[in-house]
């Protein structure tokens, strides 16, 4: 199978997650889904962590360092907040904000990588955060009027986005020495005890049984086609192509995220989402991009 449509096939399923989080949410208190969600990527990356051992065991104490930062601090928590982010605003606004991300990416890059900034690249950030500041504001920032549970929702989904990029920007010298599959089974089991230490105190697991079948298959699927498998594909993908021929791929996640929200949860889809929506996307264009570096 060509690695593009993996790639496509992993952008997609990841696109799909807003939507089935907003499903999901509908059964299982907050907390109790980003534990059970964690917990079956978990067991399900754990014989993956278990074959690659002896690759990992060559890794260094740096390595294990930033694989634990990128556990906690670049999968578990923007998880956490794009799920309480999800319950207080909207799928849509969620699939359009995760652009924040490679944008993000652009500026820490810069910052803790020394990597040069070009043009686009300055007009990726501008672009980026003008467009989250539309969606979440629904209209031109101001201070006045109510700080509604929309609004509070937007700016968490928009620092959700910017989380994900540490996944790339802590995890970026570990994968000169750490396979990928191998660095994403043990971020994943990472995340989930950090996870784990967080929510057990406010998980109820006796109210499970009440749960409807539906729920448990939103939650399963957030687990093992969200979290597994697009993961599998995308890197299995990567072995075979160049990640710079495959950056605008990600596109599809808040296309993808967007139809669902609107066709199947009918999340509302604003003149200002619609603005907003395009500058994110002309921003991980310009992020994509290459270009002199500006010295």
């Not at 924040?100 to 900034?117: C, D, K, N, Q, R």
């Not at 791929?249 to 929200?261: A, D, Y």
């Amino acid at each position: 199978m060509s690695p593009y449509l993996l790639i496509a096939a992993s952008n997609i399923l990841g696109g799909s997650t807003y939507a089935v989080t907003t499903a999901a949410l509908r059964g299982f208190p907050e907390k109790d889904l980003i534990l059970l969600r964690m917990a079956l990527c978990a067991a399900l990356f754990a014989p993956m962590a278990w074959s690659g051992r002896r690759r990992l065991a060559k890794a260094t104490r740096g390595d294990w360092a930033r694989m634990f930062g990128v556990g906690i601090f670049g999968y578990a928590l923007p998880l956490a907040l794009g799920t309480y982010g999800v319950k207080m605003s909207s799928a849509t606004s969620a699939a359009l904000l995760v652009g924040v991300e490679p944008v993000t990416i652009v500026l820490l890059s810069a910052v803790f990588l020394g990597e040069g900034l070009t043009g686009l690249k300055i007009a990726s950030l501008i672009l980026g955060l003008s467009g989250a500041a539309l969606i979440a504001f629904q209209g031109l920032p101001t201070l006045s009027g109510v700080f509604s549970d929309r609004l509070k929702g937007d700016l968490i989904l928009a620092f959700h986005g910017s989380c994900w990029a540490l996944y790339s920007v802590l995890g970026k010298s570990a994968l000169k020495r750490v396979k990928p599959l191998d660095f994403t089974a043990i971020t994943s089991i990472i995340g989930f005890f950090g996870v784990a230490l967080w929510t057990a105190p406010g998980v109820e697991p006796s109210a499970w049984s009440a749960v409807p079948f539906r729920h448990w298959l939103a939650m399963i699927y957030l687990a093992a086609a969200g979290g597994f498998l697009a993961v599998i594909l995308w890197n299995v993908a990567l072995e075979k192509v160049e990640a710079s021929k495959v950056a605008n791929f990600i596109f599809l996640q808040p296309v993808v995220g967007v139809l669902l929200g609107v066709f199947l949860q009918g999340d509302p889809f604003s003149g200002w989402s619609m603005a907003g929506g395009a500058l994110v996307l002309s921003g991980m264009w310009a992020a994509s991009r290459g270009g002199p570096a500006i010295s």
